[in-house]
């Protein structure tokens, strides 16, 4: 009977992260749905550095195999836009990372799942810092959240540079991601 696995591998999981054997943990959640969900239950890990990994692993399992991600959006998504929110650098860019990918590789489900996130990235359109700003607008804009516009239209002219943990996102001006936004909307 050893080879049933019975209850949470989130122990596994967070031992293999403070080891820092990423790949491993990757592994392991692609090939074990124990295992992935013990990863998906470290988001809510008091210490934000096992927050910041496990968000880290998490998206290096959506580029890699995303698709086994996708049963597990509706609980993944919404913690993840709201770790954006977290003063911890490296919890933060994760999380923008993270909700990027999940937005972009699932845009059906991403847009199911619209209104359960809206309220947290239209708050951080109003009170975040440029470079949050600069996140809420790409993932308005990519989910063609209407609501957004007269947020991304106050912004247009804001020539305050952001840098962003995605390709081409770096030293950009904040108002040209809101015409960017605006453009998708």
Known sequence: MAFLSFGSKKGKIKKLIEEEHFDEAVALAIKDKKALEGLIELLDDNMPGIRGDALLILGMIAQQNGEVLGPHIEKILPKAVELTKNRNPYVKENAMVLSRELVLRFPTKASAL????????????????????????????????????????????????????????????????????????
């Open 114 to 185: 619209k209104n359960t996130i809206l309220n947290d990235l239209i708050d951080e359109l109003k009170e975040g810092d440029k470079n949050t700003k600069a996140f809420a607008l790409i993932m308005l804009g990519e989910l063609k959240a209407e609501e957004a516009r007269p947020y991304a239209e106050e912004l247009v002219d804001v020539e305050d540079k952001v840098i962003l943990p995605f390709e081409g996102k770096k030293w950009v001006p904040l108002g040209q991601i809101a015409r960017e936004t605006l453009e998708k909307l």
